[in-house]
Nanobody, 124 residues
């Protein structure tokens, strides 16, 4: 069972940057970042990284602003968020997918393990 712990959330202003961290207890196939805004029922896919190759995939609205990366030695996955916008405000979750897939997992049900979430608030 993969355990995940997020950190790095906070309150920032529009245009600022923030880096989220996700510490994993082991290396899964992929680690994804999702977010859930207040009042939304479902978690929205943000980005994912395949651990072995380091290849990444992003949701369209964050392309060019967010970067997902991993520290292989320390089992940490980062989400660097630049040029933050008020619409980025949400609880952010990292999740682990341990199944080998030939594609990037972007649906929440494809991830078996979840962290507790960290809050990101972007003021205008």
């Amino acid at each position: 069972q993969v355990q995940l712990v997020e950190s790095g959330g906070g309150l920032v202003q529009a245009g600022d940057s923030l880096r989220l961290s996700c510490l994993a207890s082991e290396r899964p196939y992929a680690v994804g970042w999702f977010r859930q805004a207040a009042g939304k029922e479902e978690r929205e896919f943000v980005a994912t990284i395949k651990w072995t190759s380091g290849s990444t995939f992003y949701e369209d609205s964050v392309k060019g602003r967010f970067t997902v990366s991993r520290d292989n030695a320390n089992y940490i996955v980062y989400l660097q968020m630049n040029n933050l916008k008020p619409e980025d405000t949400a609880d952010y979750y990292c999740a682990a997918d341990s199944d080998l897939r030939g594609y990037y997992p972007t649906r929440s049900k494809e991830y078996e393990y979840w962290g507790q979430g960290t809050q990101v608030t972007v003021s205008s």
